[in-house]
């Protein structure tokens, strides 16, 4: 029954879309691919034969130093908004975890939690959520215009919206690690007089960190990607090259770009790949 | 430390885990409890650290209501029971030295806690080196728990109860995982430490010969209630048999 229903939601995607193969054939997109790949081709070599010196001097004048400053500001960029995000996620994750937020963590109490005080505490972690859903439902992208509208163009403004989006995911992901906590230790640490806050420091900080660092990683290189694109918004970072190579229809420069970025994206992927694997291990 | 069961009954959704238990823990008194897997030894336990709730009647902790405390008095009566549970419920990612010093967490204020939990105070490190001398690893004081082996393991925890300076000592079946001639060494260790520092020793296990040598008096559990509860030299070898044997004798 779903198999039927998702293979009928296929075939009306496709005929309800209006993209047929065909087009990608037509003659005026076969014309615009061919002198796209003609002008991506470096301007100085266009027409000549390929000469590797001309081509460096070419390389090293179209990277030069505004894109190595774009390079730089992509990089600080992201790493200032993951590191604004995780702050945020690990202060609101401790009112999202149902274990250490509910009334009783890991253990009774004395007198049982009145109902008062049930109702406020699964409120605590409801609107908590709530919260962070809201954050993470909204695209950088979005959060960015409303954050421009705002402060004008800028870093802020891309720094925030990535570390408002990121705040939502990683605060989800950072309470579903204290939930998944194994409980016998904050259990045994209760039974011996341990308050909320020491339940934390002593046994879901230790229990929680490699998983915190590991999501903290993987969101550090999403934050690489989005502040290329974001760039796109008129912020000087990758992004904003790209835009204004192609405004100014030269392709050959928006490839090396493209380029550099893929690059960046890449060497994040591995700083981040080997920290990850590190953390796996120890 | 005194303990006391008024009536006592903890009912699980599909099991009564205990049925109607009274019975009452002097000071200094060392007492095992003995009965087979699923009797409720670990419920009991659990009713008097207060970490189970009674579904019916009472407990009582030197006098008082552990149901009816604030949670400030609660845990400062937790902070006085120290709890060596099956698990040992160590952090198996931190240190020993880092495992024991929470045995004290009760006594810290916020510094304190950070403190001992990123750099203890020398004194509080020379502290925990002795009281892992006494359990017989003090070499490991650096080392990450998850390093260790279970009896290792299990004698941190001994350590981190010791720690906290209790006026008893708590331990659920404490040699499950430990060959007959180190469960023998652990078992002894906690009498000694009770006797020597007058603590109310309450212990969970199975081997008899054990249990009537080490300890004065025998609690027996079988099915959520109290078999029986003597002098331990009065207990034979027959009645123990039955506790474990009823099963196979009632179905």
């Not at chain 2, 025998?218 to 003597?230: C, K, W, Y």
Request: net charge positive.
């Amino acid at each position: 029954m779903s198999a039927v229903s998702l293979a009928l939601l296929v075939v009306w995607a496709w005929a309800y879309g209006g993209f047929r193969f065909t087009d990608l054939f037509q003659n005026q997109s076969r014309e615009n691919a061919t002198r796209f790949l003609r002008e991506i081709r470096p301007f100085p070599l266009q027409d000549q034969p390929w000469d590797w010196t001309t081509w460096f001097r070419w390389m090293s004048e179209t990277i030069g130093p505004n894109a190595s400053e774009a390079l730089g500001a992509t990089l600080a960029l992201s790493v200032a908004a993951v590191i604004l995000a995780a702050m945020a996620a690990l202060v609101v994750s401790v009112f999202a975890a149902r274990n250490l937020a509910g009334p009783e963590p890991f253990a009774p109490s004395g007198k049982p939690p009145s109902q008062i005080a049930r109702v406020l505490h699964r409120g605590l972690v409801g609107v908590t959520r709530l919260i962070l859903l809201f954050a993470r439902s909204i695209p950088e992208y979005v959060w960015a215009f409303l954050f421009i509208t705002m402060l004008g163009v800028g870093a802020w403004p891309v720094v925030l919206a990535l570390a408002v989006h990121n705040a939502g995911i990683l605060g989800r992901l950072f309470s579903e690690v204290i939930e998944n906590v194994e409980p016998s230790a904050s259990r045994t640490l209760r039974v011996s007089g341990a308050g909320r806050g020491q339940l934390f420091v002593h046994a879901i900080l230790p229990q929680s960190l490699n998983r915190w660092l590991l999501y903290f990683f993987y969101r550090w290189e999403t934050c690489i990607r989005e502040a290329t694109v974001l760039g796109l918004l008129g912020f000087i970072s990758l992004g904003w090259y790209i835009q204004d190579a192609r405004a100014g229809v030269r392709y050959d420069e928006m490839v090396v770009y493209v380029g550099l970025g893929a690059i960046l994206i890449l060497l994040a992927d591995l700083v981040s790949a080997v920290a990850r694997r590190y953390l796996r291990s120890g | 430390m005194r303990f006391e069961l008024e009536h006592a009954s903890v009912r699980y959704p599909r099991i009564l885990a205990l049925d109607n238990v009274s019975l009452s823990i002097a000071s200094g008194e060392r007492v095992a409890l003995v009965g087979p897997s699923g009797a409720g030894k670990t419920t009991l336990l659990g009713l008097l650290h207060g970490g189970v709730r009674p579904s019916a009647g009472t407990v009582r902790v030197d006098d008082r209501v552990l149901g009816e405390m604030s949670m400030k008095d609660l845990r400062a009566t937790r902070l006085a029971m120290g709890f060596v549970p099956q698990s040992f419920g160590l952090v198996p990612e931190s240190r020993v030295l880092q495992n024991v010093a929470a045995g004290r967490v009760g006594t810290r204020n916020w510094f304190g806690t950070l403190r001992d939990f990123l750099a203890p105070s020398r004194d509080t490190v020379r502290e925990i080196h002795e009281t892992l001398e006494r359990v017989g690893i003090s070499e490991k004081l650096y080392e990450r728990v998850d390093t260790l082996s279970g009896g290792q393991q299990q004698r941190v925890a001994v350590a981190r109860a010791l720690f906290q300076k209790p006026r008893s000592l708590l331990a659920d079946e404490p040699i499950s995982s430990v060959d007959p001639s180190r469960a023998r060494a652990t078992v002894g260790l906690l009498s000694d430490l009770a006797q020597e520092r007058e603590l109310t020793l309450l212990v969970s296990l199975h081997q008899y010969e054990l249990a009537r040598e080490l300890f004065p008096r025998l609690i027996g559990l079988r099915e959520g209630r109290v078999h029986f509860d003597s002098p331990s030299s009065k207990v034979s070898e027959s009645m123990f048999r039955d506790l474990y044997e009823l099963d196979v004798t009632s179905s």
